[in-house]
Each structure stands twice: as structure tokens, then as C-alpha cells.
């Protein structure tokens, strides 16, 4: 679980990026975007626990658009992304936002006030499109671990394609995961078990 909400909080840090295009300093821009989420979970995570369907909304309209889906999926099928229909993109597509909305959901849950959240500056050439963007979250054990998100230009907008919560990627971690049921079962079969397993509406 500690894992779980790390990543949550990470992807909630994704905004400051955008200060490449903006006066506002990165550490700044972090530290209100996160307590921006947190926020509007104070006081509520007893009845989001128990509502996860609002838990899932605010996930959906708060990070969820940081995230360029498309890319993202593309990289983490990989080869049967190549060999996908058009219909087996879409619903891929739709499914791995699902889980990733209730597993960012479920770990912000358990984020608190005794996690410290340190900011490292952005450095980019100018007029870069491509950036990396790092902070340390240290638990209330004094444990530290590195948060790193690649990001890229899309449409005008700031967005992530990958990330990392210490030394795992997270495509180079999905993509094992995926591929490992693709070769076992095909890729119809793992986007029907997501479908199912990570339907929000249920």
C-alpha cells in the first residue's frame, strides 16, 4: 500500500512541469496542485472509501487529463499495440484509465500530513519538449524514496508518458505485466479481465 499512494501523490506532481511555460516556480506550482487534490479529500476518506464512485470522478477530473493515455498505452503494449484493431485500442485504452484511476484513487487515500514531499528544480534547455521532472517523498519511517515523471508536448500541454516510483518504470512495469497475460491468454483476453476487474461504474 505505501507503494500505492507514493505513486498516487507522484502523479498528482505532474503539473509542475508546466512551469517551463510559466513564471510560477515548479516547487510552487507542485505544492498547490497536490494540496489542490488533498484538499478536496480532507475530511472525506471515510465517505470516499465508502462512495468510491466520487473517488473515481475527482481522480478522473483532476489527473487524469496530466496523462497522455494514448502514448502511454501505446508504450505499454508494446508490439500488440501494433497488431491491435482500432476497437481492441479503444477499449484498451478505456481500461487502463480505469485502473489507473482506482489505483492513484486508492492510494491517495492513504496519503497523510506526515509524508514530506520535497520538489526538485526543473532544468531544460529552452524551448524543450521533452522534460524530466523528480521529487523525494519521504514516509513518516523517514523513508526516501526518488519520484521521476518524463513528460512531453502534447497539443500545447504538458503531459506524462512515464514515470518511475524509485527504480520501477511505470510502462517498463506494465509492459512486463501486460505481456506476460498477452502471451499466456492474447490480448483480447487481457483487455476482458481489465473490463471487468476495473469497470468504475461498478
Do not use: C
Not at 503531459?159 to 512495469?173: A, C, M, P, Q, R
Amino acid at each position: 500500500m505505501k507503494r500505492s499512494w507514493i505513486t498516487a501523490v507522484a502523479v498528482a506532481l505532474l503539473v509542475p512541469a508546466l512551469a517551463l511555460a510559466a513564471p510560477t516556480p515548479p516547487d510552487q506550482l507542485a505544492r498547490e496542485t497536490v494540496q489542490s487534490v488533498l484538499s478536496k479529500m480532507e475530511g472525506r476518506r471515510d465517505e470516499l472509501r465508502k462512495n468510491p464512485q466520487e473517488l473515481y470522478q475527482l481522480i478522473d477530473r483532476e489527473l487524469v487529463p496530466l496523462v497522455d493515455l494514448p502514448y502511454m498505452s501505446q508504450l505499454v503494449l508494446g508490439r500488440a499495440w501494433r497488431t491491435a484493431t482500432p476497437e481492441q485500442r479503444d477499449r484498451f485504452q478505456t481500461a487502463f484509465k480505469n485502473m489507473l484511476i482506482r489505483t492513484y484513487g486508492n492510494g491517495l487515500l492513504s496519503f497523510d500530513d506526515s509524508q514530506e514531499i520535497e520538489y526538485q528544480p526543473v532544468r531544460a534547455a529552452e524551448g524543450a519538449d521533452d522534460v524530466t521532472f523528480r521529487a523525494i517523498v519521504t514516509t513518516d519511517d523517514g523513508q526516501k524514496t526518488p519520484v521521476t515523471f518524463q513528460l512531453h508536448i502534447v497539443d500545447g500541454e504538458w503531459k506524462i508518458y512515464d514515470g518511475s516510483v524509485g527504480n520501477l518504470s511505470f510502462v517498463t512495469n506494465y509492459r512486463g505485466q501486460f505481456n506476460s497475460q498477452i502471451r499466456s491468454g492474447g490480448l483480447e483476453q487481457l483487455i476482458e479481465r481489465m473490463e471487468s476487474r476495473y469497470n468504475t461504474g461498478s
